[in-house]
Structures are given as C-alpha cells and as structure tokens.
C-alpha cells in the first residue's frame, strides 16, 4: 500500500514537473515568437523607411539636373542695341557700310542744318519796333547799327534795305528782293543732300537684296536642289539690307521734313517782315521830305 501511494505521489510530481516545463517552455516559444515578429516589423519598416529615402534622393538627383537644364536652357534677354547689332552683322558688311554712311552723312546734314535755323530765327516783330524806334530817333545809320547787332537773315535784309537808302526806295525794294533770294538760298544749303541720303539708303537696299536672291539661286544651281537651308542665307540678307535701308530713309525723311518746315516759317517772316520794313521807310521818308 505505501509502494502504490509512493508511486502515486512520484507520477503526480512529474506530470506536475511536465507541466511547469511545458508552460515555461511555451512561454518561451511565444517570447521569441514575440521577438521575431518585433524584428521582422522592425526591419520592414526600416527597408520601407531607407526606400522612400532611396526614391526621394533620386528624384531629388532628377529633378537638381532638371533645374540645372531648365537654367542653361534658359535664353538671356538681348537687348534692342545687341540685335541691332547682330542684324547689321549678318546683313552683310559691304552694302550694310554702304547704308550705314548714308546714315550717318544724311544726319550729320540734319544737326547742321537744325542748329543753323534754330540760330536763324529772329523776333521780327521786336525787331521792327527796335528799327522804328532807332530810325526815327537816331536816323538810318542808327537804324543800321540796330541791325548789325540782331543775328539772322532778317535782320541781314534790313541791313541791305538800310545801305541803299540814300539810292531811293526802288533801289531798297530791288536789294532787299536781292538779299532776300541769296538768304532763303543759305538755308536751303545742303537740304539737296539729304534728299539724295533719302533715295539712296532704300536703293542700296535693294540691291543688297537681288545680289543676296543672285547668291541664293547659284547656291540651289550648285546643290542641283532645293534646300531650305541653302536659299535661307542669301534671302536672309537681302531681306536685312532692304529693312536697314528702308529704316534709314525714313529716319531721314522725318528730319528733312522738319527741316523743310522750319525753313517754310523763316521765309514766310522774311516776306512780312520786308513788307512792314519797306512801310516804315515809306513813312520814314514822308516824315523827311
């Protein structure tokens, strides 16, 4: 009886052993169960994580070039002068000189001439007044000083009507229409010019134009076809040719307008002031007679 219950007591405590054991080693397998899930999340995420770095550095390394070709392709701004510049080149240098001096003679005319009207025009009413006042108070070599010391053609045919006073007013009338002529002639000087500037820019244009269409065809007679390519150059400049020299003759047509008008209005106060001059010497030899 005390063998079985020792038997008893020995099988209960190795199940109870067994049991323990197997709970330990259960809760053992669920740790490193635990870890191992633990760990493979973990290096998910970081494959997921370096990834994502991977694909955003190599868009960042994408798109760096691409602002870097975006900024090299980029065109800078020319400015007006710069493409001037550039078209007058690739117009070509010889009729493009030829252009180029009627330019800048036909202007160098045009200040001329501004600055010597400019300087020509008088106050003609002022200076009647001052003639009057001189030649009634001081006689005709007063008047005559008067004139001396006023610049411009006006002032010059006073001076000649003055000098032939003493001859009789038909002598006056004739010196005056005299001077008259040869001054309305100092401003015309070189206005021929400009006008010559103003045929010429536009016809050496155009033959820039048919040696640059000459030059295109024997390009397509060498080829032995037509290619854009080849036709382009010599179009190209006759095209520039023709455009520089249309642009110079209407720069210097504006001018030799201006200039046509200023000389208009200078000669029309000649006129009137020689038909109020030629008055008061009426009246100047009335008064002494």
């Given at each position: 009886?005390?063998?079985?219950?020792?038997?008893?007591?020995?099988?209960?405590?190795?199940?109870?052993?067994?049991?323990?054991?197997?709970?330990?080693?259960?809760?053992?397998?669920?740790?490193?169960?635990?870890?191992l899930a633990t760990?493979?999340?973990?290096?998910?995420?970081?494959?997921?994580?370096?990834?994502?770095?991977?694909?955003?550095?190599?868009?960042?390394?994408?798109?760096?070039?691409?602002?870097?070709?975006?900024?090299?392709?980029?065109?800078?701004?020319?400015?007006?002068?710069?493409?001037?510049?550039?078209?007058?080149?690739?117009?070509?240098?010889?009729?493009?000189?030829?252009?180029?001096?009627?330019?800048?003679?036909?202007?160098?005319?045009?200040?001329?001439?501004?600055?010597?009207?400019?300087?020509?025009?008088?106050?003609?009413?002022?200076?009647?007044?001052?003639?009057?006042?001189?030649?009634?108070?001081?006689?005709?070599?007063?008047?005559?000083?008067?004139?001396?010391?006023?610049?411009?053609?006006?002032?010059?045919?006073?001076?000649?009507?003055?000098?032939?006073?003493?001859?009789?007013?038909?002598?006056?009338?004739?010196?005056?229409?005299?001077?008259?002529?040869?001054?309305?002639?100092?401003?015309?000087?070189?206005?021929?010019?400009?006008?010559?500037?103003?045929?010429?820019?536009?016809?050496?244009?155009?033959?820039?134009?048919?040696?640059?269409?000459?030059?295109?065809?024997?390009?397509?007679?060498?080829?032995?076809?037509?290619?854009?390519?080849?036709?382009?150059?010599?179009?190209?400049?006759?095209?520039?040719?023709?455009?520089?020299?249309?642009?110079?003759?209407?720069?210097?047509?504006?001018?030799?307008?201006?200039?046509?008008?200023?000389?208009d209005g200078i000669?029309?106060?000649?006129?009137?002031?020689?038909?109020?001059?030629?008055?008061?010497?009426?009246?100047?030899?009335?008064?002494?007679a």
């Open positions: 009886m005390k063998k079985a219950l020792s038997l008893l007591a020995i099988v209960a405590f190795s199940l109870g052993t067994v049991n323990a054991y197997a709970q330990e080693d259960m809760a053992a397998s669920e740790e490193v169960v635990e870890a760990e493979t999340m973990d290096s998910a995420d970081a494959a997921v994580d370096s990834a994502a770095a991977s694909a955003d550095s190599a868009a960042t390394e994408q798109e760096a070039p691409a602002e870097e070709a975006a900024v090299e392709e980029a065109p800078a701004e020319k400015g007006f002068t710069q493409i001037l510049k550039e078209k007058f080149i690739e117009g070509g240098a010889f009729f493009m000189s030829f252009v180029l001096l009627a330019l800048v003679l036909g202007l160098a005319l045009v200040i001329e001439r501004i600055i010597y009207l400019t300087f020509a025009q008088t106050n003609t009413e002022k200076l009647l007044e001052e003639v009057e006042g001189a030649l009634n108070n001081g006689g005709v070599e007063a008047a005559k000083e008067v004139c001396r010391n006023t610049r411009g053609p006006v002032a010059t045919i006073f001076f000649e009507g003055l000098d032939h006073y003493d001859e009789g007013l038909d002598m006056v009338d004739k010196s005056i229409m005299s001077v008259g002529s040869v001054e309305n002639g100092k401003l015309e000087k070189g206005v021929s010019w400009i006008s010559l500037f103003i045929a010429l820019a536009p016809m050496l244009g155009f033959m820039g134009t048919v040696i640059g269409m000459i030059g295109a065809f024997d390009a397509i007679e060498a080829a032995g076809d037509i290619n854009p390519s080849l036709v382009a150059g010599g179009i190209k400049v006759a095209l520039l040719t023709t455009v520089f020299g249309l642009i110079t003759a209407i720069i210097l047509q504006i001018f030799y307008n201006l200039i046509v008008a200023m000389i000669v029309i106060k000649m006129e009137d002031a020689s038909i109020s001059f030629m008055d008061i010497l009426v009246e100047h030899n009335k008064k002494n």
